[in-house]
């Protein structure tokens, strides 16, 4: 069966400092891989989504970037943080080819506040 | 553009009682739709999908769907609700329009508080 592994779980970080969050898949190949953000505990927003190696694509332009060294790695980075980067931050894994009907698989999130 | 809407902040239910969270949507092409479930400081959990074919969709924990074409909704139904039902529900629609060449990607709406009371 598939997992989604994030890590760190929470993660409380001064303003100006660096940020790296990552997120493995295991038990799948080529995954299309997603960064979303939850705000205020509402709504979710997408940040990066990758449909393989070293191909991502950003939604909304902002403080952050996203690498995908490896076919199941995915990591969202910062080089200085900035109080507005607060949230949860989600990342997810879906099949490629069938993509139209397969759904989402979520990890169990990072807590980042910017102090 | 793909978009779906969740008209109610929160729905409060007493424990037994039927539940129902709306959804509608707004697609060009044919909808594809999704509902997830959220526990405080947890990922999402897939519930059920509407793709094609039979209006009425089942999922997980007792979960059915209601999809309404003509009315652009996409309903979530329980016949009787539990206290452990209690969490942030989110209504997804896939953008279609970038299946091939933009990775398949999910819109949520802006979720809905459940509490189902004893």
């Known amino acids: 069966s598939q997992t989604i592994h994030q890590w760190p779980a929470t993660l409380v970080q001064p303003v100006g400092s660096p940020l790296s969050l990552e997120c493995t898949v295991e038990?799948?190949?080529?995954?299309?891989l997603y960064w979303y953000r939850q705000a205020a505990g509402r709504g979710l927003q997408l940040l990066f989504y990758s449909v393989g190696i070293g191909q991502i694509s950003s939604e909304v332009p902002q403080n952050l970037s996203a690498s995908r060294p490896q076919d199941r790695q995915f990591i969202l980075s910062s080089k200085k943080l900035l109080l507005s980067d607060s949230g949860f931050y989600l990342c997810?894994?879906?099949?490629?080819?069938?993509?139209?009907?397969?759904?989402?698989?979520f990890g169990n999130g990072t807590r980042l506040t910017v102090t | 553009a793909q978009s779906v809407a969740q008209p109610e902040d929160q729905v409060n239910v007493a424990e037994g009682n039927p539940l129902t969270v709306k959804c509608t949507y707004s697609?060009?092409?044919?909808?594809?739709l999704f509902w997830y479930v959220q526990y405080p400081n947890r990922g999402l959990q897939f519930l059920l999908k509407y793709i094609t074919g039979d209006n009425l969709v089942k999922g997980s924990y007792g979960f059915e769907a209601e999809f309404n074409k003509s009315q652009t909704s996409f309903h979530l139904k329980k016949p009787s609700a539990l206290v452990s039902d209690s969490a942030l529900y989110f209504c997804a629609v896939r953008d279609v329009a970038g299946v091939y060449n933009q990775g398949g990607k999910l819109i949520f709406g802006q979720g809905t508080e459940l509490s189902v009371k004893p």
């Open positions: 697609v060009s092409g044919n909808p594809y």
């Open positions: 997810a894994w879906a099949r490629q080819g069938t993509n139209r009907d397969s759904p989402l698989h």
């Open positions: 038990g799948t190949s080529n995954p299309n």
